[in-house]
Nanobody, 117 residues
Framework: QVQLVESGGGLVQAGGSLRLSCVAS????????MGWYRQAPGQQRELVAI??????TNYANSVKGRFTISGNAKNTVYLQMNSLKPEDTAVYYC????????????WGQGTQVTVSS
């Protein structure tokens, strides 16, 4: 099993910044991709950003230029969120998986990010 623990969420004013952290523990040997997803009320969970162990990253169009993902994509991932907007308000979930294999897909418990206008 893999356990993911997120931290760093909170309340921030529009234009402000937050940094989310996620640490994985357990059977993480096969993990080679980690990312952040978010889910706002009444909406589907969506990919925010992902990083693979090579360092390659991908971002949702809505956060490009404002958010930066980093980490080793094995047991740590971070999300630096700048220029936050009210529409960024959501529960943010850390995800870890094995790309190119049949390993598991793991999720954290979520951390609330609220951006006030």
């Amino acid at each position: 099993q893999v356990q993911l623990v997120e931290s760093g969420g909170g309340l921030v004013q529009a234009g402000g910044s937050l940094r989310l952290s996620c640490v994985a523990s357990g059977r993480i040997f096969s993990i080679n991709a980690m990312g952040w997803y978010r889910q706002a009320p009444g909406q589907q969970r969506e990919l925010v950003a992902i990083i693979i162990s090579s360092g390659t990253t991908n971002y949702a169009n809505s956060v490009k230029g404002r958010f930066t993902i980093s980490g080793n994509a094995k047991n740590t991932v971070y999300l630096q969120m700048n220029s936050l907007k009210p529409e960024d308000t959501a529960v943010y979930y850390c995800n870890a998986r094995q790309l190119g294999g049949i390993g598991g897909d793991y999720w954290g418990q979520g951390t609330q990010v609220t951006v006030s206008s």
